[in-house]
């Protein structure tokens, strides 16, 4: 069974496990499909997939024999989804990468060329240029700036920066609007962006796309770190993997699927 805590409730907890794996499931699954995933009984099974049946938090089709999620089940998502408050939800996603690296978190939506940031969390260690929420800057010198301008069409970038002297932070900031494009062909491929003291010396970024229910990129948030921590042992490949875990799990808190 999934999990690792015993549960309270052994009937209750099979039927979440049901559910998630319905709900979850690339295609239909049929009877005998439930069983070899779960570690429930088949006499229980059978009872417990009646039950949601007939409470229409699960559809049988008798033709092919196979589970979906039931009206009521959906019914339930869409009011989930729609009580979301999306700044509740980047803030808490933030406040809990800052707890966990002891960095400063932000989160930084695109206004033109450049970024506004909408969300801040202090950690112990605070190398950030961000002073306060609002704050604006060229989206071409930051993590979160190119990871937003990376889901822009050719033509809407080139309208945005295209022809347009690009300020330089830093020697490492990209100002050639032929390198950035090239750099944000590499994080959309990839799905996060990295800015290696790119708009302050000694200042490590990284982050990743926020996504909504329409599969659009309405915000991303990043992790801020001093360059000599960045790179001591695996803290550059956790921090990436946290950032995008992340921002998976607020995107899939605010519908998307």
Do not use: W
């Amino acid at each position: 069974m999934a999990g690792s805590k015993a549960p309270l409730v052994k009937s209750a907890s099979r039927t979440l496990d049901i559910i998630g794996y319905i709900a979850k499931s690339a295609k239909p699954p049929n009877f005998t499909a439930i069983l070899h995933h779960l570690d429930i009984p088949k006499s229980s099974l059978s009872l417990l997939l009646h039950e949601l049946v007939n409470s229409d938090y699960l559809d049988y089709d008798p033709e092919t024999r196979v589970y979906y999620p039931g009206l009521k089940l959906i019914q339930i998502s869409a009011v989930c989804i729609n009580n979301t408050n999306i700044s509740r939800e980047i803030s808490q996603g933030i406040k809990k990468l800052s707890d966990e690296f002891g960095e400063t978190t932000h989160a930084g939506i695109l206004d033109g060329r450049h970024i506004v940031y909408i969300a801040k969390h202090h950690g112990s260690r605070d190398v950030s240029v961000v002073a306060t929420i609002g704050y604006r800057i060229p989206a071409h010198a930051t993590a979160i700036g190119k990871v937003l301008l990376s889901t822009l069409p050719d033509e809407e970038l080139e309208a945005r920066i295209g022809g347009i002297q690009l300020e330089r932070y830093t020697d490492n900031t990209l100002t050639d609007f032929g390198a950035l494009v090239a750099e944000l062909g590499k994080v959309a491929e990839q799905g996060y962006a990295v800015d290696n003291q790119e708009i302050i010396p000694g200042g490590i970024c990284v982050a990743a796309p926020i996504v909504d229910k329409s599969h659009k990129t309405v915000a991303a948030l990043s992790v801020t770190m001093a360059a000599g921590r960045a790179y001591e042992g695996d803290m550059m490949p956790a921090v990436v993997a946290k950032v995008r875990a992340m921002a998976g799990h607020v995107s899939m808190r605010l519908g998307k699927v």
